[in-house]
């Protein structure tokens, strides 16, 4: 349930109820008063869900989350319950958890807050027609919604940050994927790996490059990595740093690091820098980067028909004579 | 704050009126954030046509500057400003934080030392990458780092 994970990720400020309520002067005396109208809520409640709905199904832009009857008749119970709620007199970690879902999915399906915060605006009016035309008293009928205000107010504090942690978890959830996209290490050869390092290296990335290559270094009994950093925009000492650590480690494992992909303006920038990165084998190119690979594990690029290749010989002009 | 070194290089420091032909505010509050000032760095450089190597060298310097200002300084904020001088243009770049200030400044810009354990080459390189540069730190207060990199022709 959406609730229950937005729960564990706030639970130290979510549920610190007498701290919001005391922000909202939500206070025991207003909870009390909204219970006793109960029974006025009860009267009225279709007509006050309908009347909601009116505008929310009336406005293009909160229409087309409603798309069939089947839809409407649902989130009505849920909007029915909601009213109601607001009458039980009791905020307690099962109102909070109620509130927080209701952000949570306004988040999933795509409803953007400025539309489900601008819905309360017809909450609230639907509300005070209600106070006072129900409660004969118009200094009763004030007082409750006052109170009203508070507890509705509330709720949009807990809504808005239960979006947010929401959309958050997106956003961490896509960051994740895409590090792990972009962390391809590609076997070029037996023995020969080729990382391409594209776009930005920050800390994190940085460091699951690293555990990455090594890992895979180990796996393929890799004797070459080369590291090319041709789509990588800025070569800072950062990125640097990052290829010098890489470097250090992959040769701890007895394998060798040739670095390629370097621009003219990269090279000029990290000499200006004052990086010191002459103790890697550097190539401006990959092609001339994998001939330098395969030379260290023994084997070369030849061209074809060349050679002591064995396609040469079976396919040569007197080929079918050795055989 | 006081200032405690000013350098430039690439002759006079704008002796003749420099108009700002634009200004650009950009928060420091995360790593991402440090793509986006570099990202405004290299647009901005593009458009009043840079060529490659200044570019880079502008892109660079803001990366490396706006990292201090992240990891050394807590966050701040960048400043990219479009400046005309008469003749040129020119892009100045000002990092501002509220970290700690740094103590040796000397030590700092020499190069090679780092409290990080980083290569310790940002600042010193960064200086070596533009065509002025002015460090104001004070301890507790905050540093800020201004520079400037002048279109060739």
Redesign the interface.
């Known amino acids: 349930m959406a609730g229950s994970e937005t729960r564990d990720r706030l639970t130290a400020d979510v549920y610190d109820i007498p701290r919001r309520r005391a922000f909202v002067e939500l206070g025991d005396d207003d909870l009390a008063r909204l219970a006793a109208l109960r029974p006025l809520a009860e009267a009225h409640i279709d007509r006050l869900v309908d009347d909601f709905y009116e505008l929310l199904l009336g406005q293009p832009d909160t229409r087309r989350f409603f798309p069939d009857a089947h839809v409407i008749e649902r989130v009505k119970r849920s909007q029915r319950a909601y009213f109601l709620g607001l009458f039980d007199g009791k905020v307690d970690e099962a109102y909070v958890d109620d509130r927080l879902r209701v952000g949570a999915v306004h988040e999933r399906i795509g409803l953007a807050p400025k539309w489900y915060l601008g819905a309360y605006r017809r909450q609230l009016r639907l509300l005070l027609d209600l106070l006072f035309s129900g409660v004969p008293d118009p200094v009763e009928a004030r007082a409750a919604f006052a109170s009203l205000q508070k507890l509705v107010f509330f709720d949009m504090t807990l809504a808005i940050d239960a979006y947010i942690v929401a959309r958050d978890d997106a956003l961490e959830r896509h960051q994740t994927a895409l590090r792990e996209l972009s962390t391809p290490v590609i076997r070029v050869h037996h023995g020969v790996l080729l990382l391409p390092l594209v776009g930005t290296v920050d800390s994190l990335r940085a460091e699951q490059v690293m555990d990455t290559v090594l890992v895979r270094i180990v796996e393929e009994q890799a004797r070459v990595l080369i590291l090319d950093i041709a789509g990588v925009p800025v070569v800072d000492t950062r990125v640097a740093e990052h290829l010098l650590q890489t470097t250090q480690a992959v040769r701890l494992l007895g394998c060798e690091a040739i670095l390629t992909g370097i621009s003219a303006h990269v090279a000029r920038t990290l000499v200006q820098l004052g990086v010191e990165i002459a103790t890697m084998p550097t190539r401006a190119r990959l092609a001339e980067g994998i001939e330098l690979a395969l030379a260290i594990v023994g084997k070369r690029i030849a061209p074809a028909g060349a050679g002591a290749g064995s396609a040469a010989e079976h396919a040569g002009p007197d080929g079918a004579g050795r055989a | 704050m006081r200032p405690v070194e000013v350098g430039h290089r690439g002759g006079e420091r704008a002796p003749r009126s420099t108009r700002l032909l634009g200004r650009h505010e950009l928060p420091i509050a995360c790593?991402?954030d440090?793509?986006l000032v570099?990202r405004k760095a290299?647009s901005l450089a593009q458009a009043y046509g840079f060529d490659?190597?200044a570019?880079?060298?502008i892109?660079?310097a803001a990366?490396?500057l706006a990292?201090n200002c992240w990891v050394h300084g807590g966050g701040g904020a960048a400043v990219v400003e479009e400046l005309y001088d008469g003749t040129r243009h020119g892009l100045a770049m000002e990092f501002r934080d509220t970290g700690p200030g740094i103590g040796d400044v000397e030590w700092a810009l020499a190069?090679?030392h780092s409290t990080t354990r980083?290569?310790g080459?940002?600042l010193?390189?960064?200086r070596?990458?533009v065509d002025e540069f002015a460090l104001e730190t004070a301890r507790g207060e905050g540093t800020t780092v201004r520079i400037v990199k002048w279109k060739r022709f």
């Open positions: 790593e991402a440090i793509v570099r290299r490659a190597f570019t880079a060298a892109t660079t990366s490396e990292r190069g090679g980083s290569l080459l940002g010193s390189g960064s070596r990458l």
